[in-house]
């Protein structure tokens, strides 16, 4: 699924986003060409050598594919140099700076108005995280969001075909925020794709730490295909793989609303239909939905009617409906959208945590106001012995009910000596009648 999400298949061909290998349309970099195996590009870490490169790199790639998928054939894909896309590839452990998480996210968002690149931000997000090994401990040997699809071993995966045309569209706005990971800003530009698209808000945290070398990059073939034998039994062993479940399964592959596959990268969809052939990008290829650029259940209700032979519909994309686990979901997204958009938003954001390490370990968060760190999680022995401070607002709020009664630190509330006469008569009433008994 070229430009799709890549997340549900990676067949002969690249067809989606998390599976896609080269099905990409070329609608993220318009007017580039098929790329020369022999190009090699390195990065300089001067800013006009970077940028210049990055113009050699647009000229000699091809355009992106789509989401998950894997494709029948190697297709050629522009090198990159060992180090990466950077010269600034050792990460160090120091906590991002929320400004700039926020200004790489604005950035992002002029990208994505001008470029139409939604569909290969999503997959540059999901093929990072992808890669995570639930049975592998040590980092970052258990692969996930870790930033490691910068360096050429990883971008020369079948899956990862076209890649590299995402890498150069966010290389300028990591040279302006060097603060921000690779990995930070993979899932970063994939969470802001989806709701810039019209998608739900996903509830994502940052901290990621960047791998430091090449050697860091996980071995060929953790992601899925589009086209096994048994698509169900596939996207099981890969999904399950990585902690999921089928709920989530199904929830990541409606992000296959959006991208567009092409044949003469990936093997599947139709050179051109209705829907493509005039854009937005590069003309060509083939949708699985009308509106391939907006984020809705459309694929899940277009899948299900089967009606339209000018939209794409994969084997991984048909189980959805066939498999009784998978059709429980399939059917109740094609219904609601607001179920799909919850489930989803969930689902994203746990995969874009995938065998990440956060500094801070909690991670932070940003929001349209000011930054603010992830809620710590309770620990109940915290607070179950031991002398503690009153925290300043529930001073304050203490403070404020006292006044509320006329008192203040400085002066006790004021004597009701009525009242206390009253309170000592009775008290004399009540001695006296004891007395008398």
Avoid at 90 to 107: F, I, M, N, Y
Avoid at 137 to 152: I, K, T
Avoid at 223 to 247: N, Q, T
Wanted: hydrophobic residues 35%; charged residues 25%.
């Amino acid at each position: 699924m070229a430009e799709r999400l890549a997340l549900t298949l990676s067949p002969p061909a690249m067809v989606s986003s998390f599976g896609t290998h080269a099905a990409t349309s070329s609608l993220i970099v318009p007017g580039t060409s098929a790329a020369a195996p022999s190009t090699r590009l390195s990065f300089s870490s001067s800013s006009s050598s970077t940028t210049l490169a990055s113009l050699r790199f647009l000229r000699s790639s091809p355009p992106v594919s789509h989401l998950f998928l894997n494709s029948k054939k190697r297709l050629p894909v522009p090198l990159v140099s060992e180090r990466g896309l950077s010269a600034a590839v050792t990460p160090k452990c120091v906590a991002p700076d929320p400004d700039q998480l926020k200004g790489a996210r604005e950035d992002i968002k002029a990208i994505l108005k001008t470029s139409f690149c939604h569909p290969i931000l999503v997959r540059l997000g999901w093929h990072d995280a992808g890669t995570y090994n639930k049975n592998i401990q040590e980092w970052p040997q258990r692969g996930g969001a870790n930033g490691s699809l910068r360096f050429e071993p990883e971008l020369k995966h079948a899956a990862n075909a076209g890649l590299v045309n995402a890498l150069k569209l966010i290389q300028p706005i990591k040279d302006k925020y060097p603060g921000v990971t690779y990995a930070d800003l993979f899932q970063l530009a994939s969470a802001t794709a989806i709701e810039e698209a019209g998608g739900p808000k996903i509830p994502m945290k940052y901290g990621r730490v960047d791998v430091t070398a090449p050697t860091d990059c996980p071995e060929e073939g953790r992601l899925p295909d589009a086209g096994p034998p048994s698509p169900a039994d596939h996207l099981r062993e890969v999904f399950y793989r990585m902690g999921l479940s089928d709920k989530e399964i199904v929830a990541l592959s409606g992000a296959h609303t959006l991208g567009r596959s092409r044949p003469e990268r990936s093997g599947w969809g139709k050179p051109e239909t209705k829907y493509t052939k005039d854009g937005p990008g590069a003309p060509g290829g083939q949708s699985w939905t009308v509106q391939w650029l907006k984020f809705d259940n459309s694929y899940f209700k277009d899948i299900k009617q089967r009606r339209d032979e000018d939209l794409l519909v994969l084997p991984t994309d048909a189980v959805l409906f066939e498999d009784p686990s998978f059709k429980v979901y399939a059917e109740k997204y094609a219904e609601d959208q607001e179920a799909f958009f919850k489930d989803y938003a969930e689902a994203h954001a746990k995969l874009s945590n995938l065998g990440a390490k956060f500094d801070p370990p909690e991670g932070i968060v940003i929001n349209d106001g000011s930054p603010e760190s992830a809620p710590e999680k309770f620990v109940a022995a915290k607070y179950s012995s031991g002398k503690r401070e009153l925290s300043q607002p529930m001073k304050e709020k203490i403070r404020a009910e006292y006044e509320a009664f006329g008192g203040s630190p400085d002066k006790p509330l004021p004597t009701n000596y009525f009242l206390n006469i009253i309170i000592v008569i009775a008290v004399l009433a009540v001695l006296s009648s004891l007395v008398v008994n």
